[in-house]
DNA sequence: CTTGAATCGGACGTAACGGCAGGTCGTACG
DNA sequence: CGTACGACCTGCCGTTACGTCCGATTCAAG
């Protein structure tokens, strides 16, 4: 039996820690001295120790107590959690190589063109258009996305003439255009497999790509990108 | 000009993070209407993309407020945040491997065993051993781990006298065998360089090598953990 | 003028504890 | 015998980046 310190510091856990596990249930003592001091017994040790197992590997307490109460659920659980861990490093490497990029920079004030640039094609583009766009560029070829550039060109032109004569966004106009533009993007659209990360990281390879040829300043091109996901929503 | 949702429309934000940003500081509208509906101007529109883009990145708010107030931090600051992205990264990949091999076990009864044995290591052994652990193995090569192997057997049979015979933890027998203990272990212990991280991977390997060769059981093992534990804190 | 949509500020909830306050208990020391 | 110290107790607030819900205004359209 020991007291509430001694197996904090058996464990390398903390006071605080095994009081919050008494209090949400995850790990009641065993037993209780006259005065209310816990005692734990080899159970609870027990019960403990596979308690810091599980949330070494990430586990949230909710998930260990439903684990620890039917241990026969715990491969399913388990692989599933090795499958978010995987896709949190797929994840981390597509962040660490768009930063790896950024930095490349040397101009400060490049990085928050660049910081900017990241941002409005993010929010430009939909999840699923983001996610196909790495697969189908490697299917489609250099050629073809040469001229869904050029098109993409011509689109941006238009759309920009828009702007700046204030054309309505529920204008059968603007909505063509955007139809277009968004028929385009379906063009690299493959149905939603992949992983949206994998595609962030294709995206900033593409923004530099793209921003470094742009003809228009930074600031219409914001405006554009305003009016299209404007003219989306009256869509919907 | 835009309202605030509008503004989260078009950066495919939510209406209630801009107001959190405005509560916090980070993003003020530039101007209130008569009736105090929040006005945002290009300006604000510019530095939403770059929060949001800094956001994907990782960063918290408070170093995304200070990063936008001195941009010309901004490098060392995202060079930082691009380590800990890798240290993430090492460390998810040892959890995996660690989860993959765990996964291994057919019987579910031996999943509660191994994560025992995990923690139990991993409460034993201080960080420090465990970090120069990985390296001097390689260094040190088979035949010494081997050697090593044979006088931790020798060590815990000793100290699992002690604990049979109730022996205080302070007794100079239990010292002197937890400084040998400590001494073996230090010949592992090449200095604090190294990452925590691999070097729990390589303990996981270790600690299955170890307990299927075990001729205690398993509650024997527990008491003797604790046991050490608490010697070493007598010392202290 | 009325109705539905948008906005406002304020409050509570989240995960897993860390840290502090104020009180109790046992014991070792002068 | 008093007291000072360490370990324990029960609350309660703070953390991050918002989500969610509330009741009260206000806007835009019919």
């Known amino acids: ?11 390398r856990t903390t006071v605080r820690a095994l009081r919050h596990y008494d209090q949400i ?7 209780r001295t006259q005065n209310g001091h816990r005692r734990y017994g080899p159970d609870d040790l027990r019960r403990l120790y596979r ?16 684990a620890l109460e039917a241990p ?27 930063l790896t990029r950024l930095l490349d920079h040397d101009d400060p004030a490049d990085y928050l063109k660049a910081l900017e640039m990241m941002a409005m094609l993010d929010a430009y583009f939909t999840p699923e258009q983001q996610d196909s766009l790495a697969a189908r560029r490697e299917e489609l070829g250099p050629e073809a996305i040469e001229t869904a550039k050029g098109e993409w060109l011509t689109l941006v ?15 059968r106009e603007a909505r063509d255009l955007v139809a277009r533009w968004d028929a385009l993007a379906a063009g690299f659209h493959t149905g939603g497999a992949g992983t949206e990360t994998a595609a962030r990281q294709m995206w900033a390879e593409n ?15 914001r405006a554009l990108m305003v009016y299209v996901n404007e003219v989306r929503s009256q869509h919907a």
């Open 25 to 31: 249930g995850l790990l009641r003592p065993s037993e």
């Open 72 to 98: 026969a659920s715990m491969p399913t659980l388990l692989r599933a959690h090795l499958a978010s861990l995987s896709r949190r490093a797929t994840e981390i490497d597509a962040l660490r190589t768009q």
């Open 207 to 221: 923004s530099e790509e793209i921003s470094a040829r742009l003809p228009w300043g930074a600031d219409e091109m």
């Open 51 to 66: 308690i810091r197992a599980l949330r070494t590997f990430g586990l949230s307490l909710d998930e260990i107590a439903t």
């Open 1 to 11: 039996m020991w007291t509430i310190g001694q197996l904090a510091q058996a464990t």
């Open 157 to 171: 032109e238009s759309l920009l003439g828009c702007v700046r004569t204030g054309a309505a966004p529920d204008s």
